[in-house]
């Protein structure tokens, strides 16, 4: 088994910057996946700001990053970066794979500024079912007393309060709040279904769930989703 960092920061509003980090200090031989560029899709409408990366273009991105069979794929980064990544490589099937909690500031190691030369592998995707829920599934499951569906989102903007990110502030009705940078919380009881703004800071509390022993599902769009889309908003 071979292991392999990968640097996933990033700025939202800034695409350049988890690039800028990188070159200034990474882990050595880490490799770098842009979160706007690898770890999402194309801006398609109708499916929020970072829709998933189809499997092909998935792919692409991690066999350049050294990501393949026989590897163990570590993850750092900050704002859902790398709990991004965990996800996605967890979603097209490949499960060597953890999350430095703590970011790079947890690496009691050197850094490195050079350039790293990232042998390629051949990633194969083997996309799994049921890990996602679409926006007419989940507006059809909000009265189920079974689903236990978290916001993953900062609290101001989980009771609708004005800000600027979200073109139409609000929640999802029935939505607990989780703060994705809130990792004491408890998550509540019942079939977890997460979501955040775009579907990046909602995997930190996959993640989280996921180290307690619970799995959950994501709602891809999340916000940037449901908000475009008639269907019911809450505030409080």
């Known amino acids: 088994m071979r292991y392999q960092f990968v640097d996933c920061r990033w700025e939202l509003g ?19 996946l842009d979160v706007d560029e690898d770890l999402a899709d194309l801006f398609v409408a109708g499916q929020g700001r970072h829709p998933l990366p189809s499997a092909e273009r998935f792919a692409g991105s991690a066999s350049r990053a050294g990501i393949g069979r026989g590897v163990f794929v570590v993850a750092y980064g900050n704002m859902g970066g790398p709990e991004r990544l965990w996800w996605l490589l967890r979603h ?85 709040n989780a703060p994705w940078n809130e990792p004491q919380l408890e998550l509540p009881q019942g079939e977890l279904v997460v979501y955040c703004g775009s579907g990046i800071t909602a995997c930190v509390v996959l993640h989280r769930a996921f180290l307690r022993g619970r799995d959950g599902v994501l709602y891809p769009g999340s916000w940037s989703d449901w908000s475009t889309r008639p269907l019911p908003i809450e505030r409080s």
Do not use: M, Q
């Open 14 to 32: 800034s695409p350049e910057r988890g690039r800028e980090l990188y070159a200034a200090g990474h882990v050595p031989g880490a490799s770098f």
């Open 92 to 176: 097209f099937g490949h499960d060597d794979c953890a999350v430095l909690v703590g970011g790079i500031d947890a690496w009691a190691g050197p850094l490195a500024t050079a350039e790293e030369t990232i042998e390629p592998a051949e990633f194969v995707p083997r996309e799994r079912s049921g890990d996602t829920i679409a926006a007419e599934e989940l507006a059809r499951r909000l009265a189920d007393p079974e689903l236990a569906l978290v916001d993953a989102r900062t609290p101001a903007r989980w009771r609708g309060e004005s800000n600027p990110v979200d073109a139409k502030p609000g929640r999802i009705p029935g939505a607990s």
